[in-house]
């Protein structure tokens, strides 16, 4: 499994967000629960505010922006996502004691794994296909998120948005264990 069959990081830093967020937190909001995470929504406004999010907005569609917080000393555990195919993060704790880590089974006690260290202000496109956890072993961890209007592969997203034309990107480097278009209808 290769980093890039996991994450890749946009061309563009974050500008507003970041403060953004800061602000945000600090001003206690309502967070509410989302798939195990607590989270509250971020205006849409920033898809257009933020270079990075308006160059990818053009190539596929965002939807819905987010702050997802994970309590401290916890572990979400090992997953594939139900609903969703691909997303962009960015870490809003940098500085924190987290990991995120992308695995695959090597044999029913072990993974091998790939670790997504997260630069400061820095989006990455996500693979929430591929096996993942994140391992908290610090004070809460919050993380920006998104939807995409409509779901799309990580890998024909990560083709997109390379400028790579949809009909040419059948033989992509996709890892063996993809199972392709059945993910599409979910787990
Ligand atoms: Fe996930």
Redesign the pocket.
Known sequence: MRADDCFYPLRQKAEHLPDFIAWAIGQDPIWESHFGFEAFEIPSEFIELEPALSELNKIWPIGRLGLLKVDGMSVYDW?V?QHRLSCVNMLFSVNSMSHTLFGTQRDHLNKDVVELLYEPDTFYLFN?QVL?TVINLDSPRYLFSLYFEQEKDYFELKDLYNGRPQELSGNSGRPEDDRGADRASGD
Do not use: R
Request: no cysteine; hydrophobic share 0%; charged share 25%.
């Open positions: 997953h996502d929430n993942h």
